[in-house]
Antibody
Framework: QVQLQESGPGLVKPSETLSLTCTVSGASIRSGTLYWIWIRQPPGKGLEWIGNIFYSGSTNYNPSLESRVTISMDPSKNQFSLKLTSVTAADTAIYYC???????????WGQGNLVTVSS | DIQMTQSPSTLSASVGDRVTITCRASQWITDSLAWYQQKPGKAPTLLIYKASSLEGGVPSRFSGSGSGTEFTLTISSLQPDDFATYYCQQYKTYPVTFGGGTKVDIK
């Protein structure tokens, strides 16, 4: 059974860096057919794709966030991570990690990690 | 970016009703469309991919149709477990984009 679990602080100060990690079990992030995704959802609002990483380390980012986002992976721990710099209150959201399968859709999701940006 | 527009934004229905949700893309996306269901406090779950393919384990009362720029999600007979918010998503091009959501609530 594939499972994803986000971890990281729930509170980040404005102008600082948000850092989250997704631990994957039941699947290898080294798989050549899978992409690993970050998505966020402001409270009460819709879904926003942040970006993804492939096993080779190649990444794609949402242009709206590209200047502040880095997604990386640690295959030895079967984890991938998100860093978002210079956060503001607008970055307050539930952050989900997910898997994109060979059909290009997000078939497994983590439970979500609420991150609040506040001083 | 490809804009995805869902309608209606809210839908009130009763158990047993046939429910249809529409999603329109601002550009041609062939059949590169997925539908997700999200319940309060939970992550979205995949229902439909490639516009009309049912994800494994999803009840057959859910169906999807359409291609190009217009798509629909239909629930043939609404069940109590189906009251939720539904999102369409295009994956034709980056950035991946979602519709604004349709909340299905109890009439």
């Amino acid at each position: 059974q594939v499972q994803l679990q986000e971890s990281g602080p729930g509170l980040v100060k404005p102008s600082e860096t948000l850092s989250l990690t997704c631990t994957v079990s039941g699947a290898s992030i080294r798989s050549g057919t899978l992409y690993w995704i970050w998505i966020r959802q402001p409270p009460g609002k819709g879904l926003e794709w942040i970006g993804n990483i492939f096993y080779s380390g190649s990444t794609n980012y949402n242009p709206s966030l590209e200047s502040r986002v880095t997604i990386s992976m640690d295959p030895s721990k079967n984890q991938f991570s998100l860093k978002l710099t210079s956060v503001t209150a607008a970055d307050t959201a539930i952050y989900y990690c997910a898997r994109r399968n060979a059909a290009f859709v997000f078939d497994y999701w983590g439970q979500g990690n609420l991150v609040t940006v506040s001083s | 970016d490809i804009q995805m527009t869902q309608s209606p934004s809210t839908l009130s229905a009763s158990v047993g009703d046939r429910v249809t949700i529409t999603c329109r893309a601002s550009q041609w996306i062939t059949d590169s469309l997925a539908w997700y269901q999200q319940k309060p406090g939970k992550a979205p779950t995949l229902l439909i991919y490639k516009a009309s393919s049912l994800e494994g384990g999803v009840p057959s009362r859910f169906s999807g149709s359409g291609s190009g720029t217009e798509f629909t999600l239909t629930i043939s007979s609404l069940q109590p477990d189906d009251f939720a918010t539904y999102y369409c998503q295009q994956y034709k091009t980056y950035p991946v984009t979602f519709g604004g959501g349709t909340k299905v609530d109890i009439k």
